[in-house]
């Protein structure tokens, strides 16, 4: 069993700041996983935020990239994504993932919610 927890989500000004955290814990070698945040809003499929690999390559759309920054520490098995300059576009249920070969496990989500 693998258990991805998210914390962080909340309400916040359009300009402003979150920082999403994920926390991965159970049956998991979160070093050789790949780790990445997703988002869904109302009416919308998931789509792709930020990725990281274990080597530490990282790859944002071009809807974050310059505000998002997704990091992970191996040590605590954990994978945080520091968003900037939010966006009301950026009003999301947001998700932790992990996958590694035919492994792949989804956290419960955390909502975020950008106000004018």
């Known amino acids: 069993q693998v258990q991805l927890v998210e914390s962080g989500g909340g309400l916040v000004q359009a300009g402003g700041s979150l920082r999403l955290s994920c926390a991965a814990s159970?049956?998991?070698?979160?070093?050789?996983?790949?780790m990445g945040w997703y988002r869904q809003a109302p009416g919308k499929q998931r789509e792709l935020v930020a990725i990281?690999?274990?080597?530490?390559?990282?790859n944002y759309p071009d809807s974050v990239k310059g505000r998002f920054t997704i990091s992970r520490d191996n040590a605590r098995n954990t994978v945080d994504l520091q968003m900037n300059s939010l966006k009301l576009e950026d009003t999301a249920v947001y998700y932790c993932?992990?996958?590694?070969?035919?492994?792949?496990?989804w956290g419960q989500g955390t909502q975020v919610t950008v106000s004018s």
């Open positions: 990281i690999t274990s080597g530490g390559s990282t």
């Open positions: 159970g049956s998991i070698i979160f070093s050789i996983h790949t």
């Open positions: 993932h992990s996958a590694w070969g035919s492994l792949s496990y």
